[in-house]
């Protein structure tokens, strides 16, 4: 589990680098009592910190395009998933797909807010299921977005009114079948952890 926070914690590092990097410096001189920007113990600004690790990343990540043993092994990675895409390609793949990523962004969303208010009550507070709860939120929402533009680009399920609606009911049905689940799940671990304490 720590692996997972702190996989976390890079994931959610990366995702602030580029905004972190994109702001631009006030064109108007600083007021004398704006405090001085933050500094390193060498000396170096946070901004050129960024600007240090970013031309690192890119000069890793050119050396690593360039390399036919990466290219091989990235190409192993990629071609069972190929061979897959092409083995599921029914026609109701979309519509399923669809659901399974409403299922998961509503039971994630349910537990992250509701299912922690209740554990709440019970005065138990877990951060590790926090986390888990936020990560799966993410990555169904990154899944529901990414199947929609597959759908739209590759088959009809985009331009039917009655798919994409019976896929929604299904997923918000189960969505919350699983949202109940993972409550009565927490509950009883926290039930547990309040008998040994």
Known sequence: ?????????????????????????PTEPAEESSPPPATSPSGDTIQDMLKTGEAEVAKIAKEVD?????????????????????????PAFYWLAFALMVTGV???????????????????FNLTEILSDA???????IGLVLTTQAAAENSTFAQSAWSVLSSTALGLVLGFLFYLWGQRLELRAAAAKRVQG
């Open 66 to 90: 360039a390399d036919p043993r990466a290219q091989e092994i990235s190409a192993g990675i990629l071609k069972p998933i190929y061979q897959l895409a092409e083995q599921i390609a029914f």
């Open 1 to 25: 589990m720590a692996r997972m926070v702190t996989l976390f914690s890079i994931v959610l590092c990366l995702g602030l680098a580029p905004t972190l990097y994109s702001q631009e410096t």
């Open 135 to 141: 990560l799966g939120l993410a990555i169904s929402l």
């Open 106 to 124: 509503t039971s994630y969303a349910l537990q992250l807010v509701l299912a922690k208010l209740v554990v709440l009550t019970r005065m138990h």
